[in-house]
């Protein structure tokens, strides 16, 4: 079983940072792409920021330049660093993962269970 455990969420002012963490435990036999989603009240959920095993990005267009995905592979961990944040970023925050299990070694793709932004004055 492979578990997904974010952290790192928070209220923080505007212009303000904070840093989210992911970390993938459990029986894991190879992780592939890891990334960010979020979902503000009353929208779908959007991508925010991907990274590949082999360390390639993607970054939706409005965080560009204020966001970084990085990953830690000996850690199984992903972070997304978060600067310059805006009202509009408020969202709850999700970690995604495509997961082989070691026990099935089977490919899957998993979420953790959200933390919550928020963006105020």
């Known amino acids: 079983q492979v578990q997904l455990v974010e952290s790192g969420g928070g209220l923080v002012q505007p212009g303000g940072s904070l840093r989210l963490s992911c970390a993938a435990s459990?029986?894991?036999?190879?992780?592939?792409?890891m990334g960010w989603y979020r979902q503000a009240p009353g929208k779908q959920r959007e991508l925010v920021a991907t990274?590949?095993?082999?360390?390639?990005?993607i970054y939706r267009d409005s965080v560009k330049g204020r966001f970084t995905i990085s990953r830690v592979y000996a850690e199984n961990t992903v972070y997304l660093q978060m600067n310059s944040l805006k009202p509009e970023d408020t969202a709850v925050y999700y970690c995604?993962?495509?997961?082989?299990?070691?026990?099935?070694?089977?490919?899957?793709?998993?979420w953790g269970q959200g933390t919550q932004v928020t963006v105020s004055s």
């Open positions: 995604n993962a495509d997961v082989v299990s070691s026990g099935t070694f089977l490919r899957y793709n998993m």
């Open positions: 990274i590949t095993s082999e360390g390639s990005t």
């Open positions: 459990g029986s894991i036999f190879r992780l592939y792409d």
